[in-house]
T-cell receptor, first 116, second 110 residues
Framework: DAGVIQSPRHEVTEMGQEVTLRCKPISGHNSLFWYRQTMMRGLELLIYFNNNVPIDDSGMPEDRFSAKMPNASFSTLKIQPSEPRDSAVYFC??????????????FGPGTRLTVL | TQLLEQSPQFLSIQEGENLTVYCNSSSVFSSLQWYRQEPGEGPVLLVTVVTGGEVKKLKRLTFQFGDARKDSSLHITAAQPGDTGLYLCAGRTGTYKYIFGTGTRLKVLA
């Protein structure tokens, strides 16, 4: 079975441009997470969806960041306008059931974003 | 702000040596997970511990959850080059949310 799929794997853009990151969760998983990983701050939760509904977006840095999940098999994270400090690796993870108890999060390979 | 501090930050050892990685917090967690992350990949779950004082073994890896559920340790016996990677602990703070630790970067030399 395919794991979590993310695209693109690498993105280089200039400050001020719009960036869209894409994620396809594992089929049948109803929880989806977007994380950001940097050397300084480690792995941080940005937003959590359950059954396609955003449940917690308290980790989204500011209004420049938005995330959608139009259906169970697709989610996007958009940054508009992008800034150099947004440079990081962005991970999508999915989980069955809703992370109750000891559910496992399955991470995608990540998108390395560089904003010049 | 809940923090999970991991120590050491970096560890370079020879193949065959033993090592312990620590994960500490002032907060209580309902469960704690350990992940390993290799370059260019996402973290992969190794284990989840739930009960205070719980010990789990995964081949040469031994995981322990502190009695007060504020800390955890990962012990690797006879390390191998394949154990090289970034080790992350993650404490569960709510129904779905995990706080990730600062990470320990391990390199095992052949």
């Amino acid at each position: 079975d395919a794991g979590v799929i993310q695209s693109p794997r690498h993105e280089v853009t200039e400050m001020g441009q719009e960036v869209t990151l894409r994620c396809k969760p594992i089929s049948g998983h109803n929880s989806l997470f977007w994380y950001r990983q940097t050397m300084m701050r480690g792995l941080e939760l940005l937003i959590y969806f359950n059954n396609n509904v955003p449940i917690d977006d308290s980790g989204m840095p500011e209004d420049r960041f938005s995330a959608k999940m139009p259906n169970a098999s697709f989610s996007t994270l958009k940054i508009q306008p992008s800034e150099p400090r947004d440079s990081a690796v962005y991970f999508c993870a999915s989980s069955p059931v809703g992370l109750a108890g000891t559910d496992t999060q399955y991470f995608g390979p990540g998108t390395r974003l560089t904003v010049l | 702000t809940q923090l999970l501090e991991q120590s050491p930050q970096f560890l370079s050892i020879q193949e065959g040596e033993n090592l312990t990685v620590y994960c500490n917090s002032s907060s209580v967690f309902s469960s704690l997970q350990w992940y390993r992350q290799e370059p260019g990949e996402g973290p992969v779950l190794l284990v989840t511990v739930v009960t205070g004082g719980e010990v789990k073994k995964l081949k040469r890896l031994t995981f322990q959850f502190g009695d007060a559920r504020k800390d955890s340790s990962l012990h690797i016996t006879a390390a191998q080059p394949g154990d090289t990677g970034l080790y992350l602990c993650a404490g569960r703070t709510g129904t779905y949310k995990y706080i990730f630790g600062t990470g320990t970067r391990l390199k095992v030399l052949a």
